[in-house]
């Protein structure tokens, strides 16, 4: 029988007790390696782009030859302003492209041996970085859409005679939302935070090429998109899939998020559920690639990333 990709050794290309073995040092050069690979890790200046830079090494800063411009590594970053050494943020960045189903805030900051605030804000600008992949793809081919409702979980009453229908808008919370998601077959997943699936429609005329194939399943509001694609339809009641018709991929990305929402999160505030389904996404799509090209990839997507507007100074408000 064969063996699943995932159980194999070429799945295992990094392993975790490499980067503290290796030392901050050679930490240090990979984060300069990733953010200035042109150079192979030589410093250019984020300010006027001159490539000719002191090296200011008690400090591990830089200053630019042309206008005297002090920046570090992380300058101008999703990472600027770091207090963690390079060791642990290679780290973070290694747990998180290793946990198939997420990993949560508490776990992380147990593992670096920090503060549950380091590592929930730590965990979000990864999250923030690796969704800036996906920002302006437009999707083509065949492409899935459905919705998955997460949140607004309503408690039911100890006592029979005092529970309530809370299937009824005035003992609704508030905070149920729709991640609505677009799949392209053997491509990308896109993924959007709505109150109702319906919005989906507009979703789909802004983000899928013309000429794409579109497959839903039965609700009557993906009728609409007949005026603008070609659209075949599954009928859940009678199949899960026919004739190479259904949403299988799309789902599957519904059963990994509900895992991590459900399994490592516990509870997932609406405010940042977009993080937490783009974070689902991004694993769904690389899901066959070693974890070594993982992290490489998720360093690569910080050191890219501006500086994080939501995250740095979070706690500070």
């Known amino acids: 029988m064969t ?96 946990a198939a189903k997420g990993v949560s805030s508490v776990q992380l900051s147990r593992d670096l041996g920090v503060q549950y605030k380091t590592a929930f804000v730590l965990a979000h600008k990864i999250r923030e970085a690796l969704s800036d992949e996906t920002e302006n793809t437009k999707l083509t081919g065949t492409v899935e859409i459905d919705g998955c409702y997460v949140g607004g979980h309503i408690r039911p009453a100890n006592q029979e005679i005092n529970r309530v229908d809370r299937r009824l808008a005035r003992y609704q919370t508030g905070k149920r939302r729709v991640v609505i998601a677009l799949r392209q077959r053997s491509g990308r997943t896109l993924t959007f935070i709505r109150k109702s699936e319906a919005e989906g429609v507009e979703i789909a005329r802004n983000r899928v090429a013309n000429g794409a194939e579109i497959h839903a399943d039965e609700a009557s509001h993906w009728d609409t998109l007949n005026a603008f694609f070609p659209v075949n339809r599954i009928n ?82």
């Not at 690639?289 to 990333?305: E, I, Q, S, V």
Request: charged share 25%; net charge positive.
């Open 236 to 317: 859940h009641s009678e199949a899960y899939s026919a004739n190479g018709i259904c949403t299988n991929q799309v789902e599957s990305y519904f059963s990994r998020l509900r895992r991590m929402v459900g399994g490592q999160h516990h509870h997932v505030s609406p405010k940042y559920l977009h993080q937490y389904a783009a974070h689902a996404a991004w694993l769904e799509d690389h899901r066959r690639k070693p974890n070594g090209t993982l992290a490489d990839r998720l360093a690569a997507n910080a050191m890219a990333a501006p500086v994080s507007r939501n995250w740095k100074g979070y706690w500070q408000r």
């Open 3 to 98: 063996q699943h990709f995932l159980l194999s050794a070429a799945s295992r290309t990094l392993k975790l007790k490499d980067i503290y073995k290796a030392g901050e040092e050679a930490a240090y050069r990979k984060f300069c390696e990733i953010r200035w690979p042109e150079t192979e890790g030589d410093a250019i200046c984020p300010r006027c782009g001159c490539v000719e830079t002191y090296d200011i090494s008690t400090r591990r800063k830089f200053k630019c030859k042309a206008c005297s411009h002090q920046f570090s590594v992380t300058s101008g970053t999703i990472f600027a302003s770091r207090k963690m050494e390079f060791t642990d943020l290679l780290a973070a960045i290694c747990i998180v492209a290793n």
